[in-house]
């Protein structure tokens, strides 16, 4: 990989994910924005998930692995990648996801576009069961922004509208460095949720 700066590095934490790590990093080395660099942090995996990483890699340079010597979960494994993060947007994905070929390109357009810090958008939830899935926002499709209050307004019980914290945005990373923004990592579960609200309170809003 040469020196400059990539426009994006997207995040992976991984235990076990082996059965999918194939099809969920090719969706990401296939993206329309090439400019890119995959950090993939094994948390400890007993798998074969690290042989299928460093076979990947072996196929594109812009994949760089890390291992865990133990299991510290994912708020360990994806502070470990953000310290070695050197794109100007940070995207986290899981090892068992897809991502649509021309995302990472629309999403940086439209950060760049409105001046967003971060920049979010739809998730279709899926399973092997169900391949087509289902649309996560649902109807809402104007875009708009949203507030720490705001953010926090959409996880609340009964709210009327899709919590927000599911979504998997678009970060600048100047923005994380300004905050000193990291994972709790003593959160094994809504660890993204309070990282989000940890930028949101610095006064930053969600595209």
Not at 129 to 144: C, K, P, Q, T
Request: aromatic share 6%.
């Amino acid at each position: 990989m040469n020196d400059q700066r990539p426009d994006v590095s997207v995040i992976v934490a991984n235990y076990n994910g082996a059965a999918h790590l194939r099809a969920a990093l090719c969706s990401v080395l296939d993206q329309t924005l090439t400019s890119l660099e995959v950090l993939v942090v094994d948390d400890a995996s007993s798998d074969g998930s690290v042989r299928e990483i460093r076979a990947i890699a072996a196929e594109d340079r812009r994949v760089r692995l890390f291992t865990q010597l133990k299991n510290a979960g994912p708020g360990a494994a994806r502070n470990l990648a953000l310290a070695q993060a050197r794109g100007r947007w940070l995207a986290v994905f899981d090892s068992d996801d897809l991502m649509a070929p021309d995302r990472l390109e629309r999403l940086v357009e439209r950060a760049m576009q409105d001046g967003a810090q971060i920049v979010a958008d739809d998730l279709q939830v899926f399973s092997e069961a169900d391949l087509v899935g289902r649309s996560f926002l649902g109807n809402e499709r104007e875009a708009r922004w949203v507030d720490l209050a705001g953010f926090i307004a959409t996880s609340r019980m009964y709210a009327r509208t899709p919590n927000l914290g599911y979504l998997k945005p678009l970060i600048s990373s100047d923005l994380v460095t300004r905050c000193r923004a990291r994972y709790r990592e003593d959160l094994r579960i809504g660890e993204d949720y309070d990282f989000m609200l940890q930028l949101l309170a610095s006064g930053a809003r969600v595209r």
